[in-house]
């Protein structure tokens, strides 16, 4: 990043993008000061021992923050993402989500209504999910300081012995799997922002993938890989991937399901569906041999019917992400830069 001379470095909104500057921030900054062996895997959640029971109890341990603008979306609102979010990022990581913290910055003049309807949200979504929102926080700042309410969650999970799963576990040969669709929550996001109508209702894809997880490590505990494409979507989520384990990824632009509103919706505002976010969707890499398994077991769960096979882990072009296009060429897919969708989540 560059500034005029003696000009000090001021934060973008890019740096919250989940892109290059976002990674340029992590690692230039908080990793800087921060490192150890647990941070420095910069994986969904950190997986930490536990002392008392051994090697083999470990917790997967996560937190967030949720800013979206609008607060009620088409399919959800801040109150469900915030739940379903710190839930995957457990999940991602092979735990069985327990435990979360919730952590309300409101601002004055907020209607109690609408806190009240938020808070019900994750509530309901918190008991769908089987897991118990068990301490928080509440601070109220000066009107217009704080945009409505923000969110902050951290969540506790019991990872089962003999799973082990890591952005950097991934093997050539592996196969990458899809739960569904992508693109959905960034766009029903931007339609309700911007006003925008299609003849099918946008509706974002927000949605806790725990059961769904579960389904897929009993059909097969040695997936290498589990991640939620959401900030910088898909594009972003697999390069991140590529260069955590070192291995080529290759993706094929016919297999990627993208809803016809969703493709029309980036179309309209001269959007990449690869960088748009989604809050209900995972990336599978699974060994070849127990892709069929995997598959099986997502296609009967209601998250994943529509999971598919959408590219593989290679030699070639280790570290990086390349797109078989439909007309059978290949070009290079970079890690998202700038801020392409603002306030998303």
């Not at 909104?13 to 990793?31: E, I, K, M, R, Y």
């Not at 435990?99 to 949200?121: C, K, M, P, Q, T």
């Not at 301490?135 to 019991?158: H, S, Y």
Request: net charge negative; proline share 5%.
């Amino acid at each position: 990043m560059e500034n005029p001379k003696g000009a000090e470095e001021k934060i973008l909104l890019a740096h919250g993008s989940g892109g290059q500057t976002s990674h340029h921030l992590v690692n230039g900054l908080f990793l800087r000061h921060f490192a150890n062996a647990w941070l420095d895997q910069l994986d969904d959640a950190a997986v930490l021992p536990l002392p008392a029971v051994g090697a083999a109890g470990r917790l997967a341990f996560t937190t967030d923050s949720y800013v979206v603008q609008p607060l009620f979306f088409p399919g959800g609102d801040i109150g469900k993402l915030a739940v379903c979010g710190t839930v995957n990022d457990l999940s991602m990581m092979g735990a069985r989500p327990l435990y979360l913290s919730a952590g309300f910055i409101i601002e004055e003049g907020f209607l109690l209504s609408d806190l009240e309807r938020i808070v019900r949200s994750m509530a309901g979504t918190a008991q769908a999910t089987g897991v118990h929102i068990v301490t928080g926080d509440t601070k109220v700042v000066e009107r217009g300081k704080a945009d409505g309410v923000f969110i902050n969650t951290a969540g506790l999970g019991e990872i089962p012995p003999g799973i082990h799963l890591s952005g950097s576990a991934v093997r050539p040969g592996d196969v990458l799997i899809l739960s569904g669709s992508i693109g959905d929550h960034g766009m029903a996001v931007m339609s309700q922002r911007e006003g925008l109508r299609f003849a099918s209702a946008l509706e974002s894809d927000c949605a806790p993938l725990n059961g769904l997880v579960a389904a897929m490590l009993e059909a097969s505990p040695d997936i290498h890989c589990l991640r939620d494409p959401t900030r910088g979507g898909l594009a972003t989520t697999l390069n991140e991937i590529a260069g955590s384990s070192k291995v080529g990824l290759e993706i094929w632009e016919d297999e990627i399901p993208v809803r016809s509103e969703v493709r029309g919706a980036c179309e309209l505002l001269g959007l990449d569906p690869l960088y748009v976010a989604n809050e209900g969707k995972l990336v599978a890499a699974v060994p070849p041999e127990q892709a069929g398994a995997v598959l099986s077991a997502m296609h009967r769960h209601e998250h994943g019917r529509e999971a598919r096979i959408v590219g593989q882990a290679t030699t070639d072009h280790p570290g990086r992400l390349v797109l078989k296009t439909t007309l059978g060429t290949r070009r290079i897919v970079n890690m998202l830069t700038g801020e392409q969708l603002p306030r998303i989540c």
